[in-house]
């Protein structure tokens, strides 16, 4: 269909019939006439017959002319059909620990051990990219808590951020409780009644001015579901004074508060042991149902007023044409 965006400039069409019947006429000049017994000799290219009709003509061309001429001037635009655009998903922000004891290598990616930063970094890295429809967001805490990336639509900006995160960013502590606060501040902001945070940490809260359970018991006044992951493998070789030694390296996990974090706030609590658990942790998050948010519609549009505007410039080409002829 095609619409205007300044209709109200139709209100200009009949100026041309007010400037008619509102203006006084020009007066006839006085000019000195010839008279001749017969017109056979002169060749005035135009019959006298044939001239009011050209005139008629011409009139015609001029008011199709200036109709096309405030058409254009109206902005017509032509719209498709609609598309509907569904915005299903969540609020979701992901809180990623950056306290020194992420560096612990008892993951393993590829046959190789790695830092549990980098195994979050590859996993929840691709979690971002398939949470399409959802808006994400990123809080980096250690010490202290950081909103890294607000809640957005853009998960290429999220995923890149988390990628660039690093150890000791925020300091070497765990604050869970800042983090969880700082979340619940952050999705406050925006009015929506699906809001999830997903927290990833490998130790207990040892530092921040809230304590863990505080801040769950709030975020469960707001709404705000927790799903808690706990970091760690549950056994790792490392070497010792008497050789190769079996060690607990999740020995400072306090799971114990994780749980009770999730069990208020009707999330869940999910141990990550390896490289493998955690994907499967991602994979269970990624099957949460979304909530359908109200339709966007999208017509595409495009101006066409170069239309009616090149219509209007051919017919007054030959408006001046033909007055040039009977002239």
């Not at 066409?304 to 007054?316: E, K, N, S």
Request: hydrophobic content about 50%; glycine content about 8%; proline content about 6%.
């Amino acid at each position: 269909m095609i619409a205007f965006t300044w209709p109200w400039l139709f209100v200009c069409l009949p100026l041309p019939l007010l400037i008619r019947f509102l203006w006084p006429p020009a007066a006839r000049a006085q000019e000195a006439a010839l008279r001749v017994p017969e017109l056979g000799r002169f060749d005035l290219g135009v019959s006298s017959s044939a001239a009011p009709a050209r005139r008629h003509w011409i009139g015609w061309l001029a008011l199709l002319a200036w109709i096309l001429l405030v058409t254009a001037a109206a902005r017509p635009v032509w719209y498709g059909q609609p598309i509907a655009l569904n915005r299903s998903g969540r609020d979701l922000m992901l809180a990623v620990d950056l306290s020194g004891s992420m560096a612990t290598r008892d993951f393993m990616l590829d046959g190789h051990p790695i830092p549990r930063l980098a195994a979050v970094k590859a996993i929840a890295g691709n979690f971002i990219r398939r949470r399409v429809g959802d808006r994400i967001g990123l809080i980096l805490f250690g010490t202290n808590a950081y909103v890294q990336a607000p809640l957005s639509f853009d998960r290429k900006t999220v995923d890149a951020l988390l990628q660039e995160s690093a150890i000791g960013l925020a300091g070497q502590q765990t604050a869970i409780g800042d983090a969880i606060g700082l979340a619940i501040k952050e999705l406050r902001r925006h009015r929506h009644d699906n809001k999830v945070l997903i927290l990833l940490t490998d130790g207990g809260n040892d530092a921040g001015n809230v304590g863990p359970m505080t801040a769950a018991r709030l975020a469960a006044r707001e709404g705000l579901t927790i799903y808690t992951i706990g970091l760690g493998a549950r056994s790792m070789m490392v070497p010792g004074f008497f050789g190769m030694q079996r060690v607990d390296p999740s020995q400072d996990l306090d799971e114990q508060t994780l749980r009770a974090i999730a069990r208020i706030t009707h999330g869940r609590y999910f141990r990550a042991t390896d490289t493998a658990k955690l994907n499967q942790i991602y994979r269970i998050l990624d099957e949460l149902q979304p909530v359908d948010r109200q339709k966007e519609i999208f017509r595409p549009q495009r101006s066409v007023f170069y239309w009616p505007l090149a219509l209007a410039f051919l017919l007054g080409l030959a408006v001046v044409w033909f007055e040039v002829r009977i002239a």
